[in-house]
Each structure stands twice: as C-alpha cells, then as structure tokens.
C-alpha cells in the first residue's frame, strides 16, 4: 500500500511540471492517495467539492453541520470560528496562500471533517474541495 503510493507519487512528480510549487505537489500527493484507495479513481471534481462545501451533515457535531458554519457559504466571505475570530476567505483567489502548507492542510482536514462528518475526509474529497477553492 505504502509502495504503490510511492510509486504513484514518484510517477506524478515526474509527469507533472518543472515549477510546481507547494500548492500542485500537495494536489500530487492528494491524487497519489485517492488513485491507490480507488482504481477507478478519474481525477477531481470542483463541482463534487462545491457539493461537499455546502452539504449538511447529521454525522459530525451537532453544533458544526456544514464547512459552511465557520466559511459561510462563499469561498470569497470572511469567516467566523465558533468563539467568533475572523477566518481569512477560502478562495485562492482572495488568500493567495492558501493550502501551501501540507501540515497546515493535513490539521484543518483532519479536524473540521471530523467536526462536520463524524469522520476524516476521503482523498477524494480533499481533492475535490481544493480543486473547488482553487478555482475561486
Ligand atoms: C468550527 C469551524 C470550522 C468548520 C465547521 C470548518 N472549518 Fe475549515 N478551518 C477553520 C479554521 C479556524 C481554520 C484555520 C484558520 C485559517 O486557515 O484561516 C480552517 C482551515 C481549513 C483548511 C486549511 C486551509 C489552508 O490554508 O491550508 C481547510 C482545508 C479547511 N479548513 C477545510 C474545511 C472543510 C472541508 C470543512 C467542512 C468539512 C471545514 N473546513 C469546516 C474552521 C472551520
């Protein structure tokens, strides 16, 4: 398992382009994952991940249903956590540095999905959330 997603990372990091930054191999990495969990894996879907943004969940806390509760439900609005700070915009295009830390990216994954799902996102569905900021 390990194996393949070396390979397939190795594989990716080769066949994509020379200046990738932070931002493409973290993508890279996401896709690596998301091919080795899923053979019929087809690339990400930012439609598929404007749905995950706005979904509301039974499954997580009852206090944070939906990415929306703290993101509102534009990826260009400022945010609010739960004890009322400000969260900078999700959208690339309003927070350039936005998901170019991978350690930044693996903690707020892990802990609003568990909040808002009751469990860890998928690759997939990190894929396609990112791939639904990017584009904003
Ligand atoms: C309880 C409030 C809250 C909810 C609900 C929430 N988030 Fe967040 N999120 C935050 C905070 C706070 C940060 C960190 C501050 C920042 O990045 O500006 C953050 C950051 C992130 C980041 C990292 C951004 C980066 O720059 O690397 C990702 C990815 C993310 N959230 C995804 C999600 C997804 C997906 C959902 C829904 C499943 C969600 N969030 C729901 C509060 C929330």
């Known amino acids: 398992m390990k194996h393949k997603l070396l390979i397939g990372v190795i594989f990716l990091a080769l066949a994509s382009p020379a ?16 091919q080795v969990a899923n053979s019929s894996y087809s690339g990400f879907s930012a439609a598929a991940g404007e749905a995950l943004f706005l979904a509301t969940f039974t499954t997580g806390k009852p206090e944070t249903t939906s990415c929306t509760t703290c993101h509102t439900n534009s990826p260009s609005n400022v945010g609010e956590t739960r004890a009322g700070k400000p969260i900078d915009p999700m959208a ?10 991978q350690a930044k990216v693996d903690k707020w994954f892990r802990r609003n999905c568990n909040s808002v799902l009751g469990r860890e996102c998928t690759a997939q569905e990190k894929g396609d959330f990112l791939t639904f900021m990017i584009n904003q």
Not at 19 to 34: F, H, K, V
Request: charged share 25%; net charge negative.
């Open 92 to 101: 690339t295009s309003v927070t350039p540095d936005r998901y170019t830390d």
């Open 19 to 34: 200046q990738a930054g932070p931002r493409e191999t973290i993508m890279e990495l996401l896709a690596a994952e998301a």
